[in-house]
Nanobody
């Protein structure tokens, strides 16, 4: 299955930026799409962003478009989420995950399409 470890979370004021990283080990993830999800207190986990295995396509939830950017470095088995113009509504635990389908050509937004998950990193945005 491998292991995913997220880092880069923290406390930031509204309007600030954070860069999350997800380092994968134990298996090769370079031929699988990667995604970021988040879960706020009392809410269900929701899709944030995903990137295809090649990095050729990305997808975002509407509320983070133009503020967040997902990228990957397959040579380092790492995926990133650059978060700018953060808002208090972005406060959540952020999880990275691996798509279960080998070389999926499009973006999966349903968490059921992902089968490996990290432990999460807390992002708190103060107003």
């Amino acid at each position: 299955q491998g292991q995913l470890v997220e880092s880069g979370g923290g406390l930031v004021q509204a309007g600030g930026s954070l860069r999350l990283s997800c380092a994968a080990s134990g298996r090769t993830f370079s031929t699988y799409a990667m995604g970021w999800f988040r879960q706020a207190p009392g809410k269900e986990r929701e899709f944030v962003a995903a990137i295809t295995w090649s990095g050729g396509a990305t997808g975002y939830r509407n509320s983070v478009k133009d503020r967040f950017a997902i990228s990957r470095d397959n040579s380092k088995n790492t995926v990133f989420l650059q978060m700018n113009s953060l808002k208090p509504d972005d406060t959540a635990v952020y999880y990275c995950a691996v798509d279960r389908r080998w070389r999926r050509p499009d973006i999966a937004t349903n968490e059921g399409e992902y089968d490996s998950w990290g432990q999460g990193t807390q992002v708190t945005v103060s107003s």
